[in-house]
């Protein structure tokens, strides 16, 4: 595929825009990649400004962590509260115009969106400029911003078909699948001993990954974090990944422990080496880890997100329940004893855990990323 598309498509410059949380950013930085390696071309990525707090936003840091050309815009989700849905509107209008001055600049031939409010500012402006854009959707149900992105697109990659039936638009629409970091198939257990620092005589152990998404997910950290002796009692190995926002509160739970089983983060860029070592896994359902977890055929509990937008978090849940590769716990139901109980109740039940990883392997879409390369190479050449 390689060859063949970059004889055939001089596709020399491209925009990507993904921000806001990991699960928009890493599709983005994975299709950036492809299409560099694959076709030579060169990218730009375009994200928001600042971070919530004032500092660099998450899209900024991990792309030029990656070694990506950055530009920020003014962005910002849009408040439910009347009188700071006024900024926000502002603050994207202003993005949308300093957007154009890059576009116009840079001259793509394409710009790609993988959702978050940081990209809508990009994705408008390029829209407007009649450049060629695709929007890449993720979740069962999409969010407000790509709906109405949807109707000014040229063309939308799903991860889930079920999104299909809430966009309503001319543009050409096709399943895909959602790229994930091609690192994530390609590690092994040894490599996550070393990068764990496992010693032989504990590697056996079963281990449990424990993430609420690249932000953190406070009840779900209160819940594991209030188990955290039982579960190691029990012979657990526990990596949670707590969220920057919540990392002091579960290291000092961790620290009284003086457990060499447990690991505490705040984040982990190198997510492949969790996954290659998970047994089981205690997450939030955003569509990125997800399908990070279908490719690395990981069991799953899943505890979706009340509050997302149009409750799709629990649409997403419920493709892998459906399928037996998860079980939920609703978050009105989560605390201490009902992670135990499901934890150890899949630690010591390996056949349920090999059918669920069975299952999981079938939702994986290993093609996706050559699936949207092949979508971009049809929109350019439209």
């Known amino acids: 595929m390689k060859n063949e598309l970059?004889?055939?498509?001089?596709?020399?410059?491209?925009?990507?825009s993904g921000g806001g949380t990991g699960g928009h950013i890493y599709p983005a930085l994975a299709i950036a990649a492809a299409l560099r390696e694959r076709l030579g071309t060169r990218v730009l990525y375009m994200g928001g400004k600042v971070g919530l707090h004032g500092g660099l936003a998450k899209e900024e840091e991990l792309a030029m962590a990656a070694g990506w050309e950055y530009r920020g815009v003014?962005?910002?989700?849009?408040?439910?509260?009347?009188?700071?849905?006024i900024v926000d509107i502002m603050k994207n209008l202003k993005g949308v115009a300093e957007a154009?001055?890059?576009?116009?600049?840079?001259?793509?031939?394409?710009?790609?969106?993988?959702?978050?409010?940081?990209?809508?500012?990009?994705?408008?402006?390029?829209?407007?400029?009649?450049i060629?854009?695709?929007?890449?959707?993720?979740?069962?149900?999409?969010?407000?911003?790509?709906?109405?992105?949807?109707?000014?697109?040229?063309?939308?990659?799903?991860?889930?078909?079920?999104?299909?039936a809430y966009f309503h638009t001319k543009a050409q629409i096709i399943t895909s699948g959602l790229p994930v970091r091609p690192q994530i198939t390609k590690s092994s257990r040894e490599e996550a001993y070393k990068f764990f620092t496992i010693?032989?005589?504990?590697?056996?152990?079963?281990?449990?990954?424990?993430?609420?998404?690249?932000?953190?997910a406070l009840q779900l950290n209160e819940a594991i974090s209030s188990c955290y002796e039982e579960l190691l009692d029990a012979g657990c190995r526990i990596i949670h990944l707590t969220g920057e926002a919540h990392y002091e509160k579960c290291y000092a739970a961790a620290k009284k422990l003086k457990q060499e089983n447990l690991y505490v983060l705040p984040y982990l860029n190198d997510m492949q080496y969790a996954l290659a070592l998970a047994d089981l896994a205690l997450a939030r359902s955003g569509a990125s880890f997800l399908a990070e977890a279908a490719m690395a055929g990981l069991p799953t509990i899943l505890v979706p997100y009340p509050y997302a937008a149009n409750n799709h978090q629990t649409e997403n849940a419920l493709t892998f329940t459906k399928a037996q590769a998860a079980l939920l716990i609703p978050d009105k139901q989560l605390n201490g004893a009902s992670v135990a109980e499901n934890v150890l109740k899949l630690k010591d039940d390996a056949a349920t855990r090999q059918r669920m990883s069975k299952a999981a392997y079938t939702l994986a879409k290993p093609d996706a990323l050559d699936n949207i390369i092949k979508a971009v190479i049809d929109l350019y050449n439209s």
């Open 74 to 85: 003014c962005a910002a989700g849009l408040s439910r509260r009347s009188l700071r849905i």
């Open 6 to 16: 970059a004889n055939n498509t001089p596709l020399l410059r491209a925009v990507v």
């Open 132 to 164: 060629p854009t695709m929007l890449h959707e993720q979740n069962a149900i999409p969010g407000w911003a790509n709906r109405y992105l949807s109707s000014k697109v040229d063309m939308i990659c799903l991860s889930m078909p079920a999104a299909q």
């Open 100 to 130: 154009k001055e890059i576009l116009r600049r840079f001259d793509p031939q394409v710009v790609i969106g993988t959702g978050g409010y940081a990209m809508a500012p990009t994705l408008q402006a390029a829209a407007t400029l009649k």
């Open 199 to 216: 010693a032989p005589s504990v590697q056996s152990k079963f281990t449990l990954l424990v993430t609420g998404g690249s932000q953190g």
